[in-house]
């Protein structure tokens, strides 16, 4: 069964810094693309980095420059490190592998709210 455990979300200032971590059971992260999504109340889930399998991370433009996502294949474990938090950072943050499938489980995720 797969299971994905976020955490390391929290209340951070504007400039602040959070990092979050995925530990993730039931597959291997180093041969699957993952990712970090995140979602707002009345939003859709967004995809904001993912790492391919063996390849370069992704992110989408409004957090490129401020997180960067990598793992531990030993620990199979997904980080995200995000720098520079803006308001507009505030969401819900999940790990997940990088799939269309709607059907694929998800963790509870870890929210990260970013205020001063």
């Known amino acids: 069964q797969v299971q994905f455990v976020e955490s390391g979300g929290g209340l951070a200032q504007p400039g602040g810094s959070v990092r979050l971590s995925c530990v993730v059971s039931?597959?291997?992260?180093?041969?699957?693309?993952m990712g970090w999504y995140r979602q707002v109340p009345g939003k859709e889930r967004e995809l904001v980095a993912h790492m391919p399998a063996g390849g370069i991370a992704v992110y989408t433009d409004s957090v490129s420059g401020r997180f960067a996502i990598f793992r531990d294949d030993y620990k199979n474990t997904l980080y995200l490190q995000m720098n520079n938090l803006k308001p507009e950072d505030t969401a819900v943050y999940y790990c997940?592998?990088?799939?269309?499938?709607?059907?694929?489980?998800w963790g509870q995720g870890t929210p990260v709210t970013v205020s001063s």
């Open positions: 039931g597959l291997h992260i180093s041969v699957n693309a």
């Open positions: 997940n592998r990088v799939s269309s499938d709607p059907h694929r489980p």
